[in-house]
């Protein structure tokens, strides 16, 4: 049985744009590797998009592209059906569909430089944007890996995606908390890209899984069961 996507297209056109969406997903991640690779001390991966850093154009052109990854997954790729109820509760579209558009709000509202904490008069209502936006996105984006952890359709991606669930929700939360403590920030900044890059890396296969399999299913032979012929029935039926 075919399963419903929010915006449907033929199998091929869906297979293209899940392929597009692999690609654009990678591609953010290699720029937010090659930004990090620019700067010229550790930064969180959100310091990175600061307007007075020399990474904030690449920073903003690699969030756009994920933003757009992840949406184009969203609109396109069937629904996700986890075998766990309270999983289940959330379509899987709807919630990817949160984090594009929080990552795309977070790709334009960046937070100042150093990405001050929420305390003190250098906070201001930019970083609050930002900040919600990326918490809320990455908080999104593991909860469908749990989702597709526990869809037995998709058992080849299914152990890539609670490892990526945890090692996100694990190190991300390691790295948030050493930024509150202002410790080892250094670390943290470490743990951050780390999470981030497996995010990204599980998009990329997410997207790159359900290509490959709407493509397939393109080429399926479109199998019509015949209606049966009432008449010819009712003609041949005894009295």
Known sequence: MRRTTLLPVPDLVAAGL????????????????????????FLYV??????????????????VLVSLAALVVALVAP??????????????SLVLGVAAICFGIASQVTCTQYCPLPVGD????????HTSCAVIGFAAAAFVMLQAAVDRR??????????????????????GLLSLLRFATELGGVLELIATTVALGWLVGLAA???????????????????????????????
């Open 18 to 41: 899940l392929a597009l969406a692999a690609a654009m997903a990678a591609t953010g991640l290699a720029l937010i590797w090659v930004a990090r690779f620019g700067a010229d001390r």
């Open 46 to 63: 959100s310091e990175m998009g600061a307007p007075e850093e020399p990474t904030a154009g690449i920073f903003q052109v690699a969030m």
């Open 79 to 92: 629904r996700l059906d986890p075998s766990v109820r309270r999983l289940a509760v959330v379509p899987s």
């Open 122 to 129: 250098r906070f201001t209502w930019q970083d609050l944007i």
């Open 154 to 175: 998709l058992a080849r991606l299914a152990r890539f995606s609670l490892v990526a669930a945890v090692v996100v929700a694990v190190i991300a939360g390691l790295g």
């Open 209 to 239: 899984f359900q290509a490959v399999d709407r493509a397939a299913a393109a080429r399926a032979p479109d199998v019509t069961v015949p209606e049966p012929n009432l008449t010819t029935a009712t003609e041949s039926s005894p009295v």
